[in-house]
């Protein structure tokens, strides 16, 4: 089985997230709490395929203050100069893979013209009209978000799928209806990257009394994350990489 590296790549981070959107605690502990956290492009390099999961947010200055919210991005973690840093041209990428379409997560597609992206099909439904709660986090589509962009380029899942040969995207409906983790094959086992269904290390390793915590930003029932939560039991990775937690940069890379 071809077996792949992982590097955590940043494209920006925002330092006033509101804990509360990342830990489901009911505890008042995390009223008006604010934390760090880092927007993370994953790239896997395997022999013959160059695969990101996730592309980061837009542009600060339009997509984020436009749209959403400004963050900060230094010119090094432009997604396409981060790459450079690793002699990765935007067109030897063969492969994205969308966890979700929040737009912190899918603003770069359109910058990679090769490669073909995965996303599950309940996503894009979601992403096209959003419950009202969830509205702020989607880029509203008469504005041609990116992912809108590169439609004709896009393989709509329905649950999970194998990508290629080690790489595989499981269905997992949790921070959003139509999200997908993703689980890489690697020297040292299998890692998945859990995307913002786990935002922090914590989510999964428990705090509080729990053993692991949702999203406090959910459009699956409590149910249906806990069911998830028991197929990442099931799949039993000997790594969990999540969605936002700054602590990922304590490697380079993975497996």
């Not at 999961?53 to 100069?81: L, N």
């Not at 994205?96 to 379409?101: A, D, E, G, M, S």
Request: proline share 9%; aromatic share 12%.
């Amino acid at each position: 089985m071809t077996r792949y590296t992982i590097r955590p790549l940043s494209t920006g981070h925002y330092d006033e997230a509101e804990l509360a959107f990342h830990y489901y605690l009911p505890d008042p502990r995390n009223a008006g709490v604010k934390i760090k956290v880092e927007y993370w492009m994953f790239l896997i390099e395997g022999v013959s395929s160059l695969i990101l999961v996730d592309t980061g947010p837009g542009d600060p200055e339009t997509w984020g203050r436009q749209f959403h919210h400004f963050y900060d991005r230094a010119p090094d973690q432009v997604p396409i100069t981060a790459l450079r840093k690793h002699g990765i041209e935007p067109q030897d990428i063969d492969i994205i893979i969308n966890t979700h379409l929040h737009w912190a997560n899918c603003h770069a597609n359109h910058l990679f013209p090769s490669a073909t992206i995965y996303v599950q099909a309940d996503e894009v439904v979601e992403a096209l009209d959003p419950v009202a709660p969830h509205r702020p986090f989607y880029t509203p589509p008469e504005a041609r978000p990116p992912w809108m962009q590169t439609l004709n380029r896009t393989r709509l899942l329905k649950g999970t799928t194998e990508i290629i040969e080690g790489i595989t995207a499981f269905a997992m409906p949790s921070h959003t209806i139509g999200f997908q983790s993703v689980l890489i094959e690697t020297a040292v086992g299998p890692i998945l990257l859990a995307g913002d269904m786990l935002p922090f290390f914590a989510n999964w390793t428990g705090r509080w009394g729990m053993n692991h915590i949702p999203s406090g930003t959910m459009q699956a029932s409590l149910r249906q994350y806990y069911r998830c939560f028991d197929l990442i039991e099931r799949i039993d990775p000997v790594f969990i990489l999540p969605g936002v937690d700054p602590k990922v940069a304590e490697r380079e890379v993975y497996g």
